[in-house]
């Protein structure tokens, strides 16, 4: 039997599941998890963390080489108590991997997990996916593209796009939610000398926050309760794998690259002070021009840079940073806090400091026209029949035709519109089109919000929204998945693909370059 009729059994083997009728929105309840609330650590007493930052195993000509084990490790989140979680280098999040334009990067991901979930007892097959890249379609983390325990699958990243904050996550058919729950997320930061010429903080004044949010068992283990299939909504909020956490802050500017990386949590932050926030960066990069904010909608998945000055405030004070909860989530006690920062005294560099009016005007997707595209499409995200869909269609159908249904097949060298609407009541989805980068023209008829004003690979799609895109397809061909980054909703199964089209060219396939198993070659 081959491996695509293994994963079609798998596929129907767990499509029997019928989802609820309408749920409340932003029901408030004390706790999700089963441990007593008294328990769970108190907000703002843990110290703020980085992640670690991988190193190469060796460098040749004009590429960089890395090794990353996906295994099983122990931390601890409730204070006393062990929780199992799976990590990157057993490491949650991820160590961050730093790359620069024009160095290609190989990742060789080692799938050192159990042979079953300790669980809810699924095999943890893996599918990386490095969320932002432009990679060929055997390396963009294909959902059924899967590779085992016991085996392991060299990622090649080629970074010839602009800067940006991209993050590696799991994207293994059917199992996303609950892998990427267990930790199997990191960040990925492309550099490039625009970026760097900038008087931007740098340094310890560039910041990574990786947000999530979990629920944990009486013993401390990771509760997944995936609320009839509507999503996983824990209780508690974790910042760089911090529940909560404080961070010390000098009296000057700070760059916070946020990444939402909860499996279904969508949030609205704001600074308790009611101070301003400026955003830098969309997914795709920076902005063309700096946008002041004092509060914003952040969807999965979705990346967002912000600089926030301190130098307002008072040596001793603390800065809360909030989420006021946009609608259809579900909400607990201390969701609407997620990390203080605690103004110190001490003396710092007064060099890149600032923010320049201009930053990136030049952006492919920020300087193509409207009147360029030569079609529109339309792609309706619903719930119908029990199931999660796009265009009436889920990946069980792109199973089901042997990995040949399609949603669209642009054209290389076209432009296209596409509209995404959500008519689905009760419900928001963060939608994610691989390896393209877009501008939101449109958001209900109105001009892009001021947050998403730069290009972007995931757009937010709440209750009865709808968005047009202006997308340009200029390189690349092959198939690539789009999706709602609500995990449980693409696991359950609101995911589809689309086609990239090169008459001169043939296209590689998904499953080009598979995994195989240990012990390891040469790497």
Same mark, same amino acid.
């Given at each position: 039997?081959?491996?695509?009729?293994?994963?079609?059994?798998?596929?129907?083997?767990?499509?029997?599941?019928?989802?609820?009728?309408?749920?409340?929105?932003?029901?408030?309840?004390?706790?999700?998890?089963?441990?007593?609330?008294?328990?769970?650590? &108190?907000?703002?007493?843990?110290?703020?963390?980085?992640?670690?930052?991988?190193?190469?195993?060796?460098?040749?000509?004009?590429?960089?080489?890395?090794?990353?084990?996906?295994?099983?490790? @122990?931390?601890?989140?409730?204070?006393?108590?062990?929780?199992?979680?799976?990590?990157?280098?057993?490491?949650?999040?991820?160590?961050?991997?730093?790359?620069?334009?024009?160095?290609?990067?190989?990742?060789?991901?080692?799938?050192?997990?159990?042979?079953?979930?300790?669980?809810?007892?699924?095999?943890?097959?893996?599918?990386?996916?490095?969320?932002?890249?432009?990679?060929?379609?055997?390396?963009?983390?294909?959902?059924?593209?899967?590779?085992?325990?016991?085996?392991?699958?060299?990622?090649?990243?080629? #970074?010839?796009?602009?800067? @940006?904050?991209?993050?590696?996550?799991?994207?293994?058919?059917?199992?996303?939610?609950?892998?990427?729950?267990?930790?199997?997320?990191?960040?990925?930061?492309?550099?490039?000398?625009? $970026?760097?010429?900038?008087?931007?903080?740098?340094?310890?004044?560039?910041?990574?926050?990786?947000?999530?949010? @979990?629920?944990?068992?009486?013993d401390g283990s990771l509760l997944i309760d995936r609320n009839d299939e509507a999503g996983v909504y824990g209780d508690v909020i974790i910042v760089n794998g911090r529940p909560w956490p404080a961070m010390p802050v000098k009296r000057r500017k700070y760059r916070f690259r946020i990444l939402n990386a909860s499996v279904s949590r969508s949030y609205k932050w704001s600074l308790d002070t009611g101070g301003p926030m400026t955003v830098i960066a969309t997914d795709a990069g920076l902005v063309p021009a700096p946008q002041k904010v004092t509060s914003f909608r952040h969807g999965v998945a979705e990346r967002y840079e912000v600089v926030i000055d301190?130098?307002?405030?008072?040596?001793?004070?603390?800065?809360?940073?909030? #989420?006021?909860?946009?609608?259809?989530?579900?909400?607990?006690?201390?969701?609407?806090?997620?990390?203080?920062?605690?103004?110190?005294?001490?003396?710092?560099?007064?060099?890149?400091?600032?923010?320049?009016?201009?930053?990136?005007?030049?952006?492919?997707?920020?300087?193509?026209?409207?009147?360029?595209?030569?079609?529109?499409?339309?792609?309706?995200?619903?719930?119908?029949?029990?199931?999660?869909?796009?265009?009436?269609?889920?990946?069980?159908?792109?199973?089901?035709?042997?990995?040949?249904?399609?949603?669209?097949?642009?054209?290389?060298?076209?432009?296209?519109?596409?509209?995404?609407?959500?008519?689905?009541?009760?419900?928001?989805?963060? &939608?994610?089109?691989?390896?393209?980068?877009?501008?939101?023209?449109?958001?209900?008829?109105?001009?892009?919000?001021?947050?998403?004003?730069?290009?972007?690979?995931?757009?937010?799609?709440?209750?009865?929204?709808?968005?047009?895109?202006?997308?340009?397809? $200029?390189?690349?061909?092959?198939?690539?998945?789009?999706?709602?980054?609500?995990?449980?909703?693409?696991?359950?199964?609101?995911?589809?693909?689309?086609?990239?089209?090169?008459?001169?060219?043939?296209? $590689?396939?998904?499953?080009?370059?598979?995994?195989?198993?240990?012990?390891?070659?040469?790497?």
């Amino acid at each position: 039997m081959s491996r695509r009729d293994l994963l079609k059994l798998s596929v129907f083997a767990g499509a029997a599941v019928t989802l609820p009728l309408e749920r409340s929105a932003n029901a408030l309840s004390a706790s999700a998890s089963r441990i007593a609330q008294s328990l769970l650590p &108190a907000p703002f007493t843990t110290p703020f963390v980085r992640p670690p930052v991988l190193e190469p195993v060796r460098r040749s000509g004009t590429t960089d080489y890395y090794r990353i084990s996906m295994q099983p490790a @122990r931390t601890e989140f409730i204070p006393g108590l062990q929780t199992e979680v799976w990590g990157y280098n057993g490491l949650v999040p991820g160590p961050t991997i730093k790359a620069v334009q024009g160095r290609d990067v190989v990742v060789r991901q080692i799938n050192n997990l159990p042979l079953v979930h300790p669980t809810l007892r699924y095999t943890p097959w893996t599918s990386v996916h490095l969320h932002g890249s432009a990679s060929l379609p055997e390396y963009d983390g294909y959902a059924s593209d899967i590779t085992n325990p016991g085996q392991y699958k060299d990622y090649r990243y080629p #970074n010839w796009q602009n800067a @940006r904050t991209l993050w590696y996550h799991d994207h293994g058919v059917h199992h996303t939610a609950e892998n990427v729950l267990m930790g199997l997320a990191g960040l990925y930061q492309l550099s490039d000398s625009l $970026d760097a010429s900038l008087p931007l903080p740098q340094g310890e004044f560039d910041v990574p926050l990786i947000v999530s949010d @979990r629920m944990f068992n009486t013993d401390g283990s990771l509760l997944i309760d995936r609320n009839d299939e509507a999503g996983v909504y824990g209780d508690v909020i974790i910042v760089n794998g911090r529940p909560w956490p404080a961070m010390p802050v000098k009296r000057r500017k700070y760059r916070f690259r946020i990444l939402n990386a909860s499996v279904s949590r969508s949030y609205k932050w704001s600074l308790d002070t009611g101070g301003p926030m400026t955003v830098i960066a969309t997914d795709a990069g920076l902005v063309p021009a700096p946008q002041k904010v004092t509060s914003f909608r952040h969807g999965v998945a979705e990346r967002y840079e912000v600089v926030i000055d301190f130098a307002k405030y008072a040596v001793g004070q603390r800065v809360v940073l909030r #989420n006021t909860s946009p609608k259809n989530n579900i909400d607990f006690v201390n969701v609407d806090k997620v990390m203080a920062f605690d103004v110190v005294g001490d003396a710092f560099p007064k060099t890149n400091n600032s923010v320049p009016a201009v930053l990136f005007p030049g952006h492919e997707a920020m300087v193509v026209q409207e009147s360029e595209a030569v079609r529109t499409r339309r792609f309706d995200f619903v719930r119908a029949g029990g199931r999660w869909t796009i265009n009436g269609k889920t990946w069980d159908d792109v199973v089901a035709s042997d990995f040949t249904s399609v949603l669209a097949t642009p054209t290389i060298g076209d432009v296209e519109i596409w509209e995404l609407r959500n008519l689905s009541g009760g419900w928001h989805h963060p &939608a994610h089109i691989h390896f393209v980068d877009f501008r939101v023209l449109t958001r209900n008829g109105k001009p892009a919000l001021a947050h998403e004003r730069g290009a972007k690979d995931v757009v937010f799609l709440g209750e009865n929204e709808s968005v047009r895109l202006l997308i340009k397809f $200029d390189h690349g061909r092959g198939k690539y998945m789009m999706h709602c980054h609500n995990l449980v909703h693409e696991d359950h199964d609101m995911m589809g693909q689309f086609e990239i089209l090169d008459p001169d060219v043939p296209a $590689d396939d998904p499953f080009d370059d598979r995994a195989v198993f240990l012990p390891e070659r040469e790497l």
